[in-house]
């Protein structure tokens, strides 16, 4: 049976009653509902679709993380250069992928605050489904987030009635260690058709996502990742360059970071910028409203001359292009960062993992393999050791506990001044 638009209605009939009887159940029974709803996708023919026509990727995480999946995304659009394409992110990303090349639709869908109620989550991604996807009948969905927050992609690409599902586990930690617990193996072998484990040699976010295209016997013909702004944002960028000597190198500043324990102290920073702009260089600050205090601290300090604040002046895409015009790159491992290293700007960047923890396993503890500047020069500082208080605790990803700056304060600004003169003569 291919599903028509009696079998639509009747999906949205039979979730409508869904819902309104989970509510009232107990969580012991949730396994039997979720069953019965994968009942009715197979009843109704999605499980059944042959042939790839309509192919969907959920993604719905932050900047960085899209922008090293971008790769990915064009792979898919090779493997499949017929198929209609849908891309789901979250609302944060969606300008950043609107305009991509390899995908027919971009959706956006919000995931602040679902993980704290599963049946709101899946209520929420069912009447998403309901008014974006299930007429659409996907033959394939994939999943490319490797992490333990990925449970709303996963169930977005189950809900989405899509034939088969190809992905990670909701806690892939487990799997590529050899021991997912029955209970988390289970949910993910029935929300996926195929539940990847990648091998111990695939480390980076990167190779991750590429992974899951070789794991099923597709082909990844280029490893680089992508921007994708237009035009006009790229006019936007050349006016707002357009005063800056022509005999001074671009450098873009990252001084922000999804988290205050990954920013490294923008005092400490001022110390080694002072130093370098002594050079033929002029710093470039991009950034959002977060930065703006930092940004125009660091404009304050700074000759004039040396200093171009942007900091909530660009729109997502136009910061794009104006990283697409820079030299280099100095500052905190962030999306800003990989957008950089998809220019194949050379990189120097600060992360905050200590670099004595760096090959304890990697795939799981480590930022700077995990989220590495991908396919560009790259030049990268961490603090030797972490501080007392954290070596004392069990090992955690990134290595450092506090929620302030805390082990990446050890780095010292002569280290960034050293590195940034190792990266110009790379």
């Known amino acids: 049976m291919i599903p028509g638009d009696s079998q639509y209605e009747q999906l949205k009939i039979f979730f409508d009653k ?73 609302p944060l990303v969606y300008p950043i992928v609107e305009l991509c090349p390899y995908v027919d639709e971009v959706l956006s869908f919000d ?33 490319p ?9 996963l169930f977005m690409c189950w809900l989405s009635g899509a034939a088969e599902r190809i992905g990670y586990g909701t806690n892939p930690y487990e799997s590529w260690l050899g021991k997912p617990p029955k209970n988390v193996a289970q949910l993910d072998n029935f929300l996926l058709t195929k ?58 500043l990252g001084i922000g970071a999804g988290l205050p324990t990954r920013k490294y102290p923008v005092e400490k920073f001022l110390v080694a910028l002072k130093k370098l702009a002594k050079k033929n260089l002029v710093f470039v600050i991009v950034g959002g409203k977060a930065e703006l205090e930092d940004a125009n601290f660091i404009e304050k300090n700074l000759p004039k001359k040396k200093v171009l604040n942007l900091a909530g002046k660009t729109t997502l895409r136009e910061t794009e292009a104006v990283i697409s015009q820079m030299d280099f790159y100095i500052g905190n491992a962030t999306g800003i960062m990989h957008m950089a290293a998809a220019s194949k700007v050379p990189v120097l960047s600060i992360y905050r993992g200590a670099k004595d923890k760096e090959n304890y396993l990697p795939g799981i503890y480590s930022e700077s393999q995990r989220f590495p500047p991908w396919q560009t020069k790259s030049i990268v500082l961490f603090p030797e050791h972490q501080l007392e208080d954290c070596a004392k605790l069990p090992p955690v990803y990134g290595w450092c506990y506090h929620p302030e700056a805390h082990c990446i304060t050890q780095i010292p600004p002569k280290e960034i001044i050293a590195g940034f003169e190792k990266l110009e003569r790379l």
């Open 18 to 90: 869904f819902f309104r009887l989970i509510k009232q159940a107990e969580p012991s029974t949730y396994k039997a509902f979720l069953n019965r709803a994968e009942m009715e996708f197979g009843r109704l023919g999605y499980r059944d679709l042959a042939g790839v026509e309509n192919i969907l990727i959920v993604r719905l995480d932050v900047i960085g993380d899209m922008i090293l999946t971008s790769g990915f995304i064009r792979e898919v659009r090779t493997n499949f250069p017929q198929a209609k394409i849908t891309l789901v992110v979250s």
């Open 111 to 143: 995931i602040k605050r679902l993980n704290r109620n599963l049946i709101l989550m899946l209520e929420k991604i069912a009447t998403f489904c309901k008014e974006n996807l299930w007429q659409k009948k996907f033959s394939l969905a994939f999943s």
């Open 145 to 153: 987030q490797w992490g333990s927050d990925n449970a709303p992609a």
């Open 195 to 252: 539940n990847i484990v990648t091998p111990r040699s695939a480390i980076s976010e990167v190779q991750h996502s590429f992974y899951l295209l070789e794991a099923v016997g597709l082909t990844v013909n280029q490893s680089n990742t992508e921007l994708w702004f237009s035009a006009e944002d790229l006019q936007r960028a050349n006016e707002l360059l357009k005063n800056l000597p022509a005999s001074y190198k671009k450098v873009l």
